[in-house]
């Protein structure tokens, strides 16, 4: 097995951590993936697709990528940390720097982010075939995973979708999106509305990459009745099913609590996707 001290993988851009990971599994030789997690002395996180990494600094420091990239950078470029951070309170951002930037396995963040149940990969179709030609090999994109986003922003196609029970069980393994088993084991996205799940994704790779102001995605006080009324439209046209069941109407026809404590300016720290659905509805106001 190569060892990680003596190369690793330098991050190909939007690269997730889990993918990175995977791609060294794969030049490294070895034919026992949990050996190679071992190896790289990461927490869980980092093999995950939706959490917030714990313990990076053992990438930097225990591997080859130490050479060529900064922890700073390695978080920022390659972790979910930039599509949580402008919600969390100063506090709440210092515990997850910290966990992130520590060596120590299985440190606590302190604190609940929740993805709503969001485990599965998804991948686009159309990046691995231009991922082959400009990268020379596929990779999971970070801009693909956040909740919500089932749309690649840059192909403007419906993404394919993990089985999650499959997932769970595979993680593990160490697998690129061209894998074999992976197609064999997703499907496209069932879409309702693709024009608003595109508006969804653009706006989530946006959030990511520091391009939105976060005015249009905060509520100064309590919001009008026609930015109220404007997320209830947006809130009908949204599927029920995933996480989106966490933004859909109630049977009354009123919004969910959470994107109501939104709306009403609550200063608590609320999931990402609830405010990027705001934000869209600010934009038809």
């Given at each position: 097995m190569l060892g990680a001290t003596s190369y690793f993988p330098t991050p190909f851009p939007g690269e997730t951590l889990y993918s990175l990971c995977a791609r060294f599994h794969q030049v490294s030789a070895s034919d026992n993936p949990l050996r190679t997690r071992k190896a790289l002395g990461c927490d869980r996180t980092c093999f995950g697709f939706a959490d917030v990494p714990i313990a990076c600094q053992n990438l930097i420091t225990k591997t080859a990528l130490?050479?060529?990239?900064?922890l700073p950078h390695l978080i920022e470029r390659h972790t979910w940390l930039p599509?949580?951070?402008?919600?969390?309170?100063?506090?709440?951002?210092?515990?997850?720097?910290?966990?992130?930037?520590?060596?120590?396995?299985?440190?606590?963040?302190?604190f609940y982010l929740s993805t709503h149940g969001q485990l599965r990969g998804k991948y686009c179709e159309e990046c691995i075939v231009q991922d082959n030609i400009e990268a020379g090999q596929p990779y999971w994109h970070r801009e693909h995973q956040p909740a919500g986003v089932f749309v690649c922003n840059r192909?403007?196609?419906?993404?394919?979708?993990?089985?999650?029970?499959?997932?769970?069980?595979?993680?593990?393994?160490?697998?690129?999106?061209?894998?074999?088993?992976?197609?064999?084991?997703?499907?496209?996205?069932?879409?309702?509305?693709?024009?608003?799940?595109?508006?969804?994704?653009?706006?989530?790779?946006?959030?990511?990459?520091?391009?939105?102001?976060?005015?249009?995605?905060?509520?100064?006080?309590?919001?009008?009745?026609?930015?109220?009324?404007?997320?209830?439209?947006?809130?009908?046209?949204?599927?029920?099913?995933?996480?989106?069941?966490?933004?859909?109407?109630?049977?009354?026809?009123?919004?969910?609590?959470?994107?109501?404590?939104?709306?009403?300016?609550?200063?608590?720290?609320?999931?990402?996707?609830?405010?990027?659905?705001?934000?869209?509805?600010?934009q038809s106001c």
């Amino acid at each position: 097995m190569l060892g990680a001290t003596s190369y690793f993988p330098t991050p190909f851009p939007g690269e997730t951590l889990y993918s990175l990971c995977a791609r060294f599994h794969q030049v490294s030789a070895s034919d026992n993936p949990l050996r190679t997690r071992k190896a790289l002395g990461c927490d869980r996180t980092c093999f995950g697709f939706a959490d917030v990494p714990i313990a990076c600094q053992n990438l930097i420091t225990k591997t080859a990528l130490g050479h060529s990239i900064s922890l700073p950078h390695l978080i920022e470029r390659h972790t979910w940390l930039p599509y949580f951070s402008p919600f969390l309170s100063e506090p709440q951002l210092e515990s997850c720097l910290a966990a992130t930037s520590s060596t120590r396995r299985k440190r606590s963040l302190g604190f609940y982010l929740s993805t709503h149940g969001q485990l599965r990969g998804k991948y686009c179709e159309e990046c691995i075939v231009q991922d082959n030609i400009e990268a020379g090999q596929p990779y999971w994109h970070r801009e693909h995973q956040p909740a919500g986003v089932f749309v690649c922003n840059r192909h403007r196609c419906l993404l394919r979708v993990m089985d999650d029970v499959w997932l769970k069980n595979h993680i593990q393994f160490l697998t690129l999106p061209d894998h074999p088993s992976i197609k064999a084991h997703s499907a496209p996205a069932r879409c309702a509305n693709s024009a608003l799940l595109q508006d969804i994704a653009g706006l989530t790779e946006r959030l990511i990459n520091h391009e939105l102001p976060l005015e249009r995605l905060r509520v100064d006080g309590r919001a009008s009745l026609t930015l109220v009324r404007a997320t209830e439209a947006i809130a009908a046209q949204l599927p029920f099913w995933g996480e989106f069941r966490f933004l859909a109407l109630e049977p009354a026809g009123f919004l969910q609590r959470p994107i109501r404590q939104v709306l009403n300016g609550d200063k608590q720290y609320h999931h990402p996707l609830l405010h990027i659905i705001v934000g869209l509805a600010s934009q038809s106001c």
